[in-house]
């Protein structure tokens, strides 16, 4: 049960952007950004980042919200998002995906700790300054929506279908603004 009045039936960051639309915008303007817009990362890989760290954070609902929506982009090799979540190192993803990966770990357990040898480990593998700097941004977003989610006891569905339907809808249609039924 959500610690505040939240709109009935509509899970996580949703509820809480239909309570403070104002404060919700330019949260979703921040996700559409990140995870939809230019950048030299794909939305798939880009969900995935986001995955990680809220799975790291044991956010359920942005964990399963985002998994099932780089899974949508993923299309055809979606199982790369769970062998990513048992074992990124030897899941079938590219050596920069696991260093950026590397990244985001270190910037949700405690950024101070990313070191220079993360950032050329990162660079050899082929990452640029594009790259890094958005794996950070990912990761530090993801930190503060997951508490956010967490921190005011939103809705958290545990039927797995409702999370696919999600992820559609953001695979499609990324982070529009939800509407007040």
Do not use: W
């Not at 009935?8 to 309570?19: A, H, K, Q």
Request: charge should be negative; include cysteine.
């Amino acid at each position: 049960m959500p610690h505040i009045q939240l709109p009935e039936n509509v899970p996580g960051i949703r509820s809480l952007v239909m309570y403070r639309p104002d404060t919700g915008k330019p949260l979703y303007q921040l996700a559409q950004i990140l995870l939809r817009e230019d950048s030299p990362l794909s939305p798939a890989e880009r969900e995935l980042i986001a995955t990680y760290v809220s799975n790291k954070n044991t956010c359920t609902f942005c964990s399963c919200s985002h998994a099932a929506a780089a899974r949508y982009l993923y299309q055809d090799e979606a199982n790369t998002v769970d062998l990513v979540l048992e074992d990124y190192q030897n899941a079938p993803i590219s050596d920069k995906i696991k260093a950026l990966l590397t990244i985001a770990g270190k910037v949700q357990a405690d950024a101070r700790t990313v070191s220079e040898e993360d950032i050329q480990l990162a660079r050899s593998a082929g990452a640029n300054d594009r790259d890094i700097h958005d794996t950070v941004l990912i990761a530090a977003t993801f930190c503060m929506f997951n508490r956010y989610v967490d921190g005011l006891a939103t809705l958290t569905p545990t039927d797995s279908t409702v999370y696919a339907q999600m992820g559609e809808r953001m695979g499609t249609l990324g982070y529009v603004l939800p509407t007040k039924s």
